[in-house]
């Protein structure tokens, strides 16, 4: 069975014009941070095979809709959580590319201070809380936030992501029960792109259509097309919506598919060339695209201006990266591993 | 000064940081059941559900949720009810509270207290296990074991107050021990040992309830004419050494007493920096005293055979004297 045929995924594109009401800068803007996310990835790529960039590399390339959808629906005061394929929600967040390619690099003028590296990106100024790497375990952090938030009397959601493959754990059973239980601002989404690394969804998953599972803890949840940046948004502001007002949690599922392979070591068996090109002629890049010309909004040549601006600073962020330092070795000392300043004596590591 | 036990030393402590309302409590059965030792009880009568918060039993949910509501300026204290469930929580314990301040570069940090307790009594193979050296092994956590009831609450109090995840350890057969706890407020650095008992012929090195059987056994020696120092670490991490190392230095004779496993065990480090920093110092081989190998048994007269009494402490320190 092709993962075509066992997850038919919504048409995208054929919306006869914008939604009511969409203001052309903010059409302008979702498509912008696409574009950047997928220069900014296609460059890392390029950095990795010239080894600048080390570890994983896992690229959302493919994805973008989702993530800029999804984030476009939060407000300054919320919070996100994301997994290790993080790249596309923390520039959708509006983190620094130039902080985010120096992370890359492993320098200090990284976001995590070049500790991190691709798989952490975080910002903590804008309650980006960052990319966490065990599968499916920061969906607890996530409900942890929103629980902080409704204890304060804050108005913040709480918006996490994570993949298919992360709801078949127990931390994610666990954190849907304390979510709806306690009835916290929570939004999460989870990015059906068919595959847990290389196992496909109908392998790994009891239900595949993922958003059933929530009905187990009678919370509200949706299946939506991850691939039209514009419904994804719309359902990330039905469900930050509900959140906000003291509801409860929301389970997105967002169907989408990354055109790259897991991460930069992926020889990708498990799927072949022809699936992968039937999905890219897709692209949720260019189907907005053709949109945004087809609905008269944006004119082609300011189109071609923004996607010039962005390759300039992709590449000038690839030059601050490189120019950049590397950390220094107090990180690797005990005192660089507590916020509080402590004392081991006598001193491990002849520190 | 009042002579109060280590359960009541909790729960003053537990009251006095209640009255900061970035402090909340959670984890299973310490409310409505009115908790399972009997510190929190009363807790949510006073206090109220909010912030008094019985979880489902869901270990890594307990944990992962204080880790995410500290990053928000809360200040929980987890309670998980027994050291041997905390097994479910290691991965946001070890993964992420030890984790997040340094992995994004000190850009946020895990005001977090995870209180928990370990202890034995005919529970058998998976109620009966100490893991202070998983937690204290891994950099990033702050780990404490008090012994005392003035110890229990003013380094409650400091677990609480501090900026980084602190594992807090209590011992099952330790909450009615007593001691002198003041009525004021006051705080017990983490990272600090004390010297509970001088003597010149051999040092013992321990910590949590085997501060007090390791007095007991000097009480003993004592009468043979053998005057043992004894260093209450208190904390395991960071760990201080130094007065252990002093003591040494003077003695000569090194015994280390831990209730858990010997094999990479806590004692197996406290040795190792005796060898370290006090080699030219060394009478004799050092000494331990730790739990028999074996997953603990359920019969009354095995368990106690695998325990630690006050007679192999003293023959512990007898042989180090040899
Ligand atoms: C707890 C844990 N187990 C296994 C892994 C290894 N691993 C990393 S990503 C991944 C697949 C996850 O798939 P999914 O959740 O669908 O996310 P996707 O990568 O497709 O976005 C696996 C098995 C891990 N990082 N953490
Ligand atoms: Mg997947």
């Keep these: 069975m092709t993962q075509d045929t066992a997850q038919p995924v919504a048409a995208v594109g054929d919306a006869p014009r914008p939604p009511d009401g969409t203001d052309p800068a903010l059409l302008m803007e979702l498509y912008r941070q696409m574009v950047l996310i997928r220069r900014f990835e296609e460059k890392c790529q390029e950095m990795y095979t010239k080894a600048k960039i080390g570890g994983f590399l896992h690229l959302y390339i493919g994805e973008e809709a989702t993530g800029v959808g999804a984030v476009s629906a939060l407000r300054e005061g919320d919070h996100i959580f994301t997994h290790y394929r993080d790249h596309g929600h923390a520039i959708a967040r509006g983190l620094d590319i130039n902080a985010l390619m120096a992370e890359l690099f492993g320098k200090v003028t990284g976001t995590g201070k070049g500790l991190g590296g691709s798989m952490h990106f975080a910002d903590a100024s804008k309650q980006f809380w960052g990319g966490y790497a065990l599968v499916g375990c920061h969906l607890l952090l996530a409900v942890g936030t929103a629980l902080g938030d409704t204890m304060q009397r804050k108005p913040g959601v709480t918006m996490v992501f994570f993949g298919d493959g992360a709801t078949n754990g127990g931390e994610f059973y666990e954190a849907l029960n304390f979510a709806q239980l306690w009835k916290l601002p929570v939004v999460f989404v989870c990015e059906n792109n068919l595959y847990a690394m290389g196992t496909p969804l109908e392998v790994h998953s009891s239900v595949t259509e993922i958003y059933r599972k929530a009905a187990a803890f009678d919370m509200r949840a949706e299946r939506v097309d991850g691939n039209d940046v514009l419904v994804m948004r719309e359902a990330a502001l039905r469900a930050v919506d509900h959140a906000r007002s003291g509801q409860g949690p929301v389970l997105l599922e967002a169907m989408t598919y990354r055109f790259r392979g897991h991460s930069a070591q992926d020889v990708q068996k498990y799927r072949s060339k022809e699936d992968v090109e039937r999905r890219r002629s897709g692209d949720p890049i260019e189907v907005f695209r053709r949109q945004l010309l087809a609905w008269g909004v944006i004119a082609a040549a300011d189109l071609r201006t923004l996607e010039h601006t962005i390759d300039d600073q992709v590449e000038a962020a690839v030059q601050f990266a490189e120019a950049s330092d590397e950390p220094g070795v107090e990180w690797i000392r005990q005192s660089g591993v507590y916020a509080a300043a402590i004392t081991v004596d006598p001193p491990i590591h002849g520190e | ?322």
Excluded: C
């Design chain 2, 1 to 322: 000064m009042p002579v109060i036990t280590v359960r009541e030393a909790l729960r003053q402590a537990l009251h006095e940081l209640m009255q900061d309302e970035r402090v909340f409590i959670i984890g299973e059965d310490i409310g409505h059941y009115g908790s399972t030792y009997g510190v929190t009880a009363g807790f949510l009568e006073q206090y109220g559900a909010e912030r008094i918060r019985d979880a489902p039993i869901a270990e890594a949910g307990i944990v992962g949720l204080a880790i995410g509501a500290a990053l928000v300026g809360m200040r929980p204290i987890a309670e998980i009810m027994s050291v041997n469930f905390s097994l479910l929580a290691f991965d946001q314990l070890i993964n992420h509270a030890a984790k997040i301040y340094s992995m994004f570069g000190g850009q946020m940090h895990v005001p977090m207290v995870l209180r928990t307790t370990n202890g034995w009594t005919q529970l058998s193979a998976t109620h009966s296990q100490s893991f202070d050296v998983m937690f204290a092994h891994v950099p990033g956590l702050k780990v404490v074991a008090p012994a005392t009831p003035y110890d229990m609450k003013g380094l409650l109090r400091a677990s609480v107050a501090d900026p980084d995840p602190v594992i807090f350890i209590e011992h099952t057969l330790m909450y009615t021990v007593k001691g002198e706890v003041p009525d004021e407020p006051y705080e017990v650095p983490i990272g600090r040992s004390a010297l509970v008992r001088e003597g010149r012929h051999a040092t013992v090195v321990t910590y949590s309830r085997m501060v007090h059987l390791s007095l007991q056994a000097a009480e003993v020696l004592s009468r043979e004419g053998i005057e043992v120092e004894i260093v209450d670490l208190r904390t395991l991490r960071p760990l201080d050494m130094s007065l252990a190392i002093e003591s040494f230095k003077r003695t000569g004779r090194g015994v280390v007493v831990t209730e858990d496993w010997q094999s990479f065990g806590t004692s197996a480090e406290i040795a190792a920096r005796l060898y370290e920093y006090g080699f030219d110092y060394l009478d004799a081989p050092i000494t331990r005293v730790n739990f028999r190998e074996v997953p603990m048994p359920y019969s009354k007269n095995l368990e106690l055979k695998t325990v630690i009494t006050v007679d192999r402490i003293a023959n512990a320190i007898r042989d180090a004297l040899k």
